[in-house]
């Protein structure tokens, strides 16, 4: 089996011992648990493992008192507990426990973030320390590639993505119907589960036309019209959509320049295979007229991971004006401005839009092209 080394892996490590809470978000089948494994492996700790989706342990858990918590850890001095959202109340019981046991360390694992970061925010402030375990990395594949495999791989993952398990298939035909599965499987099973959701194949079916724009504006009244619904139902879904970890959102930029667009926004995906297995089109680049969206999703995605990574404290932007000047990314970061156009064709001349030049004469420019994207992400 082909193991690559995660980035949080030595970060998770080095806060094990610190009496936090220490929660691990990201999608289904992205490496939480093996991550886990790991760890465990390498720390020499006394260590209680509990799976949030077993009935006993929700019920065992769900019982908040602090003598029901000291029968549960004993003397373990690390508590493991994956997908913890499956929980009940898991924000009051991490409190309970973390506050009731001076020495000890929670890594929590969740699948999405309504109960371990909504609900378990406010509880925990002080507390926590919040990781996003996202599918590989570029910078993680690189310590197990050569250059030239990665050149090689380039068109791959830009159609099937960077989930951790398609490194054990070996045929393109496999990759591609495990993504379909872990769709229907994983994925929109936890979207579906939330109570409330009346309309779920309007979900599946607003996650679709997500996907057929990816990189281009959406509007949530439009999107509405063609699925029946209200807008503020499209932006509920989308948002519920966003806390599973399938897509996320970039506002427009603007500083209230007349001829910016200061209300829009872009989706995309975290990932270019679930996007592809949304709309089950796995062809190769030569046969596609999509090339221009994978590739702003691709590097989007690697850009976030990297810079999540690194913790760096960034803000995530698109420019355009009335008048269709745009700047695929503007990147915000200690009041500074780098702005950033996408284009998969290295031999295609792209200058600064004068508008953007103008109102934003600081502000640096680069094209990020299959020439130089390595630089740019790893």
């Known amino acids: 089996m082909m193991v690559v080394p995660r980035i949080l892996e030595a970060e998770v490590e080095a806060n094990i011992g610190k009496n936090k809470v220490l929660l691990i978000m990201g999608t289904r089948r992205v490496g939480k648990t093996f991550l886990l494994r790991t760890i465990e492996a390498k720390i020499d700790r006394r260590v209680l493992k509990l799976n949030g989706e077993d009935l006993d342990v929700q019920e065992t858990l769900g019982n908040l008192r602090e003598a029901n918590y000291k029968r549960i850890i004993g003397d373990a001095e690390v508590v493991f507990i994956d997908e913890a959202q499956a929980v009940p109340e898991i924000g009051k019981a991490l409190k309970l426990m973390i506050d009731s046991f001076p020495e000890l360390t929670i890594v929590a694992t969740g699948s999405s973030s309504f109960d371990l970061l909504n609900k378990a925010g406010e509880p925990l402030t002080g507390r926590k320390i919040s990781f996003h375990l996202y599918p590989l990395a570029q910078a993680e594949l690189n310590k197990i590639e050569t250059p030239l495999e990665t050149q090689q791989s380039l068109e791959e993952r830009l159609i099937l993505g960077s989930y951790p398990e398609l490194l054990q298939l070996e045929t393109f035909q496999k990759k591609s119907e495990y993504l379909l599965e872990l769709i229907q499987s994983y994925l929109l099973k936890d979207i579906l589960s939330f109570e409330g959701i009346r309309q779920p194949d309007k979900i599946l079916r607003l996650l679709r036309l997500i996907a057929y724009q990816v990189g281009s504006e959406?509007?949530?009244?439009?999107?509405?019209?063609?699925?029946?619904?209200?807008?503020?139902?499209?932006?509920?879904?989308?948002?519920?959509?966003?806390?599973?970890?399938?897509?996320?959102?970039?506002?427009?930029?603007?500083?209230?320049?007349?001829?910016?667009?200061?209300?829009?926004?872009?989706?995309?995906?975290?990932?270019?295979?679930?996007?592809?297995?949304?709309?089950?089109?796995?062809?190769?680049?030569?046969?596609?007229n999509d090339i221009g969206a994978l590739w702003e999703n691709y590097l989007l995605s690697e850009r976030i991971k990297r810079n999540d990574y690194r913790r760096e404290n960034v803000e995530y932007y698109f420019w355009r004006t009335y008048s269709q000047q745009e700047v695929d990314l503007v990147e915000v970061r200690s009041g500074k401005l780098w702005a950033f156009e996408f284009k998969y064709a290295s031999d295609k001349k792209i200058k600064i839009p004068t508008a953007f030049a103008s109102a934003y004469p600081d502000a640096t420019f680069e094209r990020i092209s299959k020439d130089n994207y390595l630089d740019w992400i790893e």
Do not use: M
């Open 218 to 288: 959406v509007s949530y009244s439009e999107l509405g019209t063609q699925l029946g619904i209200s807008k503020n139902t499209v932006e509920n879904y989308l948002d519920l959509l966003s806390k599973v970890f399938i897509i996320y959102k970039i506002p427009a930029y603007s500083t209230n320049h007349r001829k910016e667009i200061s209300k829009g926004s872009k989706w995309y995906f975290f990932d270019n295979g679930i996007r592809n297995a949304i709309i089950n089109d796995f062809k190769l680049l030569s046969l596609r």
